[in-house]
């Protein structure tokens, strides 16, 4: 019997697509297993070692969230966001820290902080609940 793609398959297809993270970070320790915990609990990552590779990547790669360390080289995490959102006004981002301070963060809607060190899961839960899923509900 011949299958045909109908549209629930496009649903179940739609569901299976993951979630994309600009992972942001310049010590490579971190952003190379960070990574590899976000693509273990299924989501793709696409990694950045500093502002102006992440600006560039996004050119390259369509993503669903922003997980940024504060303090980078060129520019600091909420600098980038707010370069970001002038094209991707909604983008969400976590804004990873050592401290619970980020500038300029209470403007900014779609955000979060966590706090290094920081547990994985702790990471992946606010990755979940601040991307629309893609199901539908």
Request: glycine share 6%; no cysteine.
């Amino acid at each position: 019997m011949p299958h045909f793609i109908g549209e629930d398959d496009a649903i179940i297809e739609s569901s299976n697509v993951p979630i994309t993270v600009l992972l942001v970070e310049d010590e490579a320790l971190i952003r190379i297993s960070t990574a590899d915990l976000l693509q273990d609990s299924g989501m793709s990552v696409v990694e950045a070692g500093s502002a102006d590779e992440a600006l560039a990547a996004m050119g390259d790669h369509p993503v669903d969230i922003l997980v940024t360390d504060v303090n980078l080289p060129e520019m600091s995490g909420p600098q980038l966001i707010l370069k970001i959102r002038e094209t991707l006004p909604h983008l969400p981002v976590i804004f990873a820290t050592g401290d619970n301070n980020v500038p300029g963060m209470e403007e900014l809607e779609h955000s979060a902080v966590i706090v290094k060190p920081y547990e994985y899961e702790i990471l992946v839960t606010h990755i979940h609940a601040m991307v629309p899923s893609r199901a539908g509900g």
